[in-house]
């Protein structure tokens, strides 16, 4: 009943917001002819509704959450996923699912991690890395190159690949790590538009990224790799944990009492568990029912 509140509602909403920067959105800026600043705003106003709907009325999951294909938007963003129609208001609209495949292949996230003028696999791969898997990514040099100036004759991938990639000093962190999650991402330009190009060369979004449970995984495109990650236990737990520590006001920490409900959160999550399920989970527990000895 409470998480059915104006307040519960609000309290879960500011948590998604926090998780993925949506907040951030009002400092998008790109130069682009498709580009204004009402943008920001339709961004954010998106990603609000969705949850909110995949949440409060599917009473969805957090597979379901990473593997929609549908979303909450009007006209204008419809037009920029390329669906005919919609209206002024938000409803519901269906998304090609050949193209789009949850809350990752939405605008705003992919619009938040680019460059200027162009997408950035790096920005991507860093925040699915930290944010969706919970990696820990080793520290940056103390001093960083900046990516060459864009050739024309390569694609963005890769300019990308030559400057991190195998045989450069990012070969470790970026070629394992960072690369691949945000090469699967490079058929949405820098406003989040499908594309099949990128000068004049088809786009590869193909990778591979080693998982905890199913090993070493490849894809081909984006869509497919939203699946493998929305299968994975590293999504379930981390997103588990990141709700976790946000509910409970405090880090998750490795005593015995905080480690049982992690563990049994990730289980029941990857078992199709609903997230209102999983918020019920944590406010029943001992972790968050009890204080430790001062």
Not at 14 to 32: A, C, R, S, T
Not at 120 to 128: A, C, K, M
Not at 160 to 187: K, R, Y
Not at 202 to 207: C, E, L, Q, S
Request: with cysteine; net charge negative.
């Amino acid at each position: 009943r409470l998480l059915y509140s104006e307040c519960g509602q609000e309290t879960l909403l500011k948590f998604h917001e926090e998780l993925f920067h949506w907040n951030g959105y009002v400092n998008i800026d790109q130069p682009d002819s498709d580009w204004d600043s009402t943008l920001n705003h339709l961004f954010i106003e998106e990603m609000s509704r969705f949850v909110s709907w995949h949440v409060f009325t599917e009473n969805g999951t957090l597979r379901e959450m990473l593997t929609a294909k549908y979303t909450i938007a009007n006209q204008r963003l419809a037009e920029l996923y390329g669906v005919e129609g919609g209206s002024e208001d938000f409803e519901r609209i269906e998304l090609d699912p050949s193209e789009r495949s949850g809350i990752l292949t939405f605008l705003g996230p992919l619009a938040a991690k680019t460059d200027l003028g162009q997408s950035s696999p790096i920005h991507r791969g860093v925040f699915i890395n930290d944010t969706i898997l919970c990696k820990t990514l080793p520290p940056p040099p103390d001093v960083i190159p900046n990516l060459p100036v864009q050739d024309p004759t390569l694609t963005n991938r890769e300019r990308v690949d030559a400057h991190t990639g195998a045989g450069t000093c990012g070969e470790g962190c970026h070629s394992e790590l960072i690369n691949p999650p945000g090469f699967a991402m490079e058929n949405y330009d820098e406003l989040g538009r499908y594309r099949t190009e990128d000068g004049g060369k088809p786009i590869d979004a193909g990778d591979s990224y080693y998982f905890v449970l199913d090993g070493l995984q490849s894809w081909d495109t984006g869509v497919e790799f939203t699946e493998i990650v929305a299968n994975s236990q590293e999504a379930h737990s981390c997103y588990s944990e990141h709700l976790m520590s946000y509910l409970l006001g405090r880090p998750v920490s490795d005593a015995k009492s905080d480690v049982k409900v992690l563990t049994y959160m990730t289980q029941s999550s990857m078992s199709g568990t609903p997230i209102l399920e999983l918020v019920l989970q944590i406010v029943q527990s001992e972790a968050f029912q009890w204080r430790g000895e001062e």
